[in-house]
């Protein structure tokens, strides 16, 4: 005899809602796998550290184009450098700021149930909602926690934090002399180091 999943009073059948879960559990934990793989692949392939605090490199440009010039150079060779950098001044912020990493959390915390751990339909208010309707609300709760909470301020203040402290650094230090012979992306701009691409690779000077 042919076996039905039993459909539980104001829920979806309980079968459907255990693949449903899965599916989502599964395509989250490949989410967090390729967030880590990226993450590691960003740290083995950064440049040397040494470099990028080396005392001797630093120097005060002579003019606003030197700056720019060095700005662009550096940030290309030492993008990764620069966005592992960037990651961590918007990490201390947060812990910095507990009330706002809290809510972040609590945000994080909602999404990761409406769509790994929910199995049955959201109803509110005697309103069942679709996935469509899930996902409005879920936007417009995140835009009410960053925006019109001083998550927004904190992320900003610690974003633009970041990008001073790597305009400082790059316009401070002097590229070296595999640096002339590299070619800077002209698209590349102050926060291109975000972007995935092939690194840039240094060029022995002949002598």
């Not at 809290?102 to 149930?113: D, N, Q, R, Y």
């Not at 049955?120 to 879920?138: A, D, G, I, Q, Y």
């Not at 927004?152 to 633009?160: D, H, K, Q, W, Y």
Request: proline share 4%; with cysteine; aromatic share 10%.
């Amino acid at each position: 005899m042919a076996t039905h999943d039993t459909i539980p009073a104001g829920g979806a059948p309980t079968g459907i809602g255990s693949a449903v879960s899965s599916s989502r559990a599964a395509a989250f934990r490949g989410f967090l796998g390729r967030i880590s793989e990226n993450w590691q692949h960003a740290v083995s392939q950064s440049r040397p550290w040494r470099e990028l605090v080396d005392r001797t490199s630093f120097a005060k440009p002579d003019s606003l184009s030197d700056a720019t010039g060095r700005i662009r150079k550096n940030v290309a060779y030492f993008r990764l450098n620069y966005a592992i950098l960037f990651t961590a001044v918007l990490a201390l912020t947060l812990i910095s700021n507990p009330a706002s990493l809290f809510l972040l959390c609590g945000l994080l915390a909602a999404w990761i149930f409406m769509y790994v751990l929910r199995t049955t339909p959201l109803v509110l208010f005697n309103r069942t909602f679709n996935e469509r309707e899930v996902l409005v609300l879920m936007g417009l709760l995140s835009i009410i926690v960053v925006f019109m909470t001083n998550v927004g301020s904190v992320l900003i203040t610690a974003a633009m934090l970041g990008a001073a402290i790597i305009c400082v650094h790059a316009a401070f230090r002097v590229p070296d002399d595999f640096f002339l012979d590299e070619e800077v992306p002209a698209s590349g701009g102050l926060l291109s180091f975000l972007t995935t691409g092939a690194s840039v690779q240094p060029i022995a000077t002949q002598v």
